[in-house]
Each structure stands twice: as C-alpha cells, then as structure tokens.
C-alpha cells in the first residue's frame, strides 16, 4: 500500500488547486472516496493499475479545477454586494427629493426601505446554500435589470404604430422571466437544494428592480426628456413589488425541475473525480 499512499498525499496536493470554499465543502469526501476506490483496485486489479487510475483521475481533476475556478472568479463578493446594494437603496430614497413625482414617492420609499432590511436579512449569517443562490440571483438579476432598464427607456423613444411595441415587450418580459428560472434552476442543480431555487428567483428580482429603478431616477435628474421620460421610467413602486414575487414564483417551479432532472444522480463533482466514473 506504499503505492496507494504516496498516490493519496499527491491527490491531497492537488485538492488545493480548487477554490476555498469548494474545498472546505468537499476535499475531505473526495480525499476519503480517492482512497477507498484505490484500495480496492490495489486489491482486486493489482497495483500497477493503479497508475491508470490516478491518469484517469488526473483528467477529471484537470477539467473540473478549470471550470470551478472560471465559477469562482465569476461569483461576485457578498460583502461588497451588500454595501453596493445597501448604497442603491439610499440613493434612490434621496433621488426623488424635489421631483414632481409624489404621487408614488411613499410607496417608492416603504418598498425601499423593505429592500434594505432584506438586503441585511440576506446577507447575514450565509449557509452554502444561501451564498449560492445570492451569488447565481445576483448574476442573472444583473443581466434582467439591463434588460429592464433598456425596455423601459427604448419604450419612450421607440413611437412606432402597430405590433412593433407589442413584440419587443414580449420578448423583454420573456428574456427577463427567463433570467430568474436559470437563476433558480442553477442554484438548485449547485445545491442539490429544490428550496435554493426560489431564493436565488426572488434575488434575481431584486436586483433587477434595483438597477431600472436607480437608473431611472438618476436619468431624471438629467437633462433627459424630463417629465416623459419619467413616466415611462417611474413605475417604480411596480417594480419593487412584483419583481420579487414573480422571481420566487418562477425560481421555485426552476428549483423543483432541476431536482427533477437531477433525481437519482450524485450530487458532488467528488465522486465523479475521485471514482474516474
């Protein structure tokens, strides 16, 4: 078994490569499943298979550090999130000052302010599977608040008759839905967790609101076609409310297919390194 030691300190070595917070969640299942599988092929196939084994093992380590790396280098800071998001709440509770938009302003401001202590809420105290699905809803909410925001704004300056108008909604709201079913679907498969799918739907819808509505009221305070432009744009309380609503309901119907799809199939990426299956 001198062999299968030496073949185990190495593939320890190698576990560093992946990023700290897949190692703390795997590393010493991976490490366990590594060895076990050796010892029984030293046993049953003899030792010199076991060169095979660890080449095998090699090429899935290869591929799967590569990809885990790319993901972690995507995954944006909770904490620095926090403060950013935490930022665009008070930004857009003092943008309104001044402007001739009260008729929602309370409405806009209650909602925000709800926004902060979720912000707080979501934050603190992160499990795996919260950090998860943040981290996908933040990314996806990102790409559905440009979206949005560009929606919103094409809308006051696109002034075509006919389906035109009819067609691009469509397909806004289509994009943008779909943005918080991959948020929830992706945290569920990440997690193996169904309830990580309506979380990371509903942050997705978060952010989202955040973006259009914190661009829409700084294009107010622009030399922007004012008042109009505003109309379009001032939905705001709208947005903050349904958003959410709609992510969870969507990120949820996500998180149960992806667990559907994944039923009967091991979760950790372990097994298939360690195993070479």
């Not at 795996?128 to 929606?151: E, F, H, K, P, Y």
């Not at 918080?180 to 309830?195: C, E, L, N």
């Amino acid at each position: 078994m001198t062999v299968l030691s030496s073949l185990c300190r190495v593939y320890r070595l190698l576990l560093r490569a992946y990023p700290p917070e897949f190692r703390e969640r795997y590393a010493d299942e991976m490490a366990s499943v590594f060895r076990d599988r050796g010892r029984e092929i030293a046993q049953s196939r003899g030792t010199w298979r076991l060169c095979g084994y660890m080449l095998s093992t090699g090429k899935d380590w290869f591929v799967t550090v590569l990809r885990e790396r790319m993901d972690f280098m995507q995954r944006p800071s909770l904490l620095t999130l926090r403060w950013i998001f935490l930022f665009c709440v008070v930004l857009d509770l003092v943008l309104p000052t001044g402007l001739t938009i009260t008729r929602s302003a309370p409405v806009c401001g209650a909602v925000l302010v709800m926004y902060g202590l979720l912000v707080l809420w979501a934050t603190t105290n992160l499990d795996d599977g919260r950090r998860t699905a943040l981290q996908t809803g933040t990314s996806w909410g990102l790409i559905s608040g440009v979206i949005l925001t560009a929606w919103s704004i094409g809308g006051y300056f696109v002034r075509s008759e006919g389906t035109m108008p009819i067609f691009l909604a469509g397909w806004s709201m289509v994009l943008i839905f779909g943005c918080w079913s991959i948020a929830g679907y992706q945290a569920a498969r990440r997690t193996a967790t169904a309830s990580s799918g309506w979380l990371a739907g509903c942050w997705g819808g978060v952010v989202c609101a955040l973006v259009k509505v914190t661009c829409a009221f700084l294009l107010l305070r622009t030399s922007l076609p004012g008042p109009s432009i505003g109309i379009v744009l001032v939905a705001a309380g709208q947005h903050l409310l349904e958003a959410p609503v709609i992510g969870a309901v969507l990120g949820a119907m996500a998180g149960l297919t992806a667990r559907i799809v994944s039923k009967g199939h091991s979760s950790p990426t372990a097994f298939g390194l360690a195993g070479g299956k």
